[in-house]
T-cell receptor, first 115, second 115 residues
Framework: GAVVSQHPSRVICKSGTSVKIECRSLDFQATTMFWYRQFPKQSLMLMAT?????????EQGVEKDKFLINHASLTLSTLTVTSAHPEDSSFYIC???????????FGQGTRLTVV | DAKTTQPPSMDCAEGRAANLPCNHS???????VYWYRQIHSQGPQYIIH???NNETNEMASLIITEDRKSSTLILPHATLRDTAVYYCIVRVHQYSGAGSYQLTFGKGTKLSVIP
């Protein structure tokens, strides 16, 4: 299958700082990328949908000013967690797909710990 | 509302076939059945998808009933590395606005392959 690379795989940051997570599609152009969050022993929850060159669409309850998403190219999307707090500690996962009628491929996830 | 129903957990002996069921009784005509799996602390991995015909690839087989209200994912010779949470998801293959073709994850089936 296609390869989606997510970086970093693990990050620890201090409360009040910002963290940027990158998601890259390595061997295909992704018109759409999705960002998910997964708390321990829970399923993936969609945070936002990002289409290249346009503003992200956020799910209800997800603060767009706190979770900044940029999808500036067909191979790169970034998620910035601003003013992180301990309750933002979670497993963040991105997925990318070439078109609306193709399968989505996932990154390996980023474990964020805010101390 | 959950669109699919899966048993919370299953065991399978190593080397035997693992048959994972999924009910999707409210599936609509333009919705595909997708299967992903998530090994602990990793991003989900695409396995297979189908509309109404049975599908097979190098990882698994997907059997969809004629009325499309249920399906079974078959791992023909389970190994210890197949231990994971398996997600059955229904998804449209058409664009009707941002996020219309997103993947919505339920709780999945935790498959344990036993030596």
């Amino acid at each position: 299958g296609a390869v989606v690379s997510q970086h970093p795989s693990r990050v620890i940051c201090k409360s009040g700082t910002s963290v940027k997570i990158e998601c890259r599609s390595l061997d295909f152009q992704a018109t759409t990328m999705f960002w998910y969050r997964q708390f321990p022993k829970q399923s993936l929850m969609l945070m936002a949908t990002s289409n290249e060159g346009s503003k992200a669409t956020y799910e209800q309850g997800v603060e767009k000013d706190k979770f900044l998403i940029n999808h500036a190219s067909l191979t790169l999307s970034t998620l910035t967690v601003t003013s992180a707090h301990p309750e933002d500690s979670s497993f963040y996962i991105c997925s990318a797909q070439q078109g609306w009628d193709t399968e989505a491929f996932f990154g390996q996830g980023t474990r964020l710990t805010v101390v | 509302d959950a669109k699919t129903t899966q048993p919370p957990s299953m065991d399978c002996a190593e080397g035997r076939a693992a048959n994972l069921p999924c009910n999707h009784s409210t599936i609509s005509g333009n919705e595909y059945v997708y299967w992903y799996r998530q090994i602990h602390s990793q991003g989900p991995q695409y396995i297979i998808h189908g509309l109404k015909n049975n599908e097979t690839n190098e990882m698994a087989s997907l059997i969809i009933t004629e009325d499309r209200k249920s399906s079974t994912l078959i791992l023909p010779h389970a190994t210890l590395r197949d231990t994971a949470v398996y997600y059955c998801i229904v998804r449209v293959h058409q664009y009707s606005g941002a996020g219309s073709y997103q993947l919505t994850f339920g709780k999945g089936t935790k498959l344990s392959v036993i030596p």
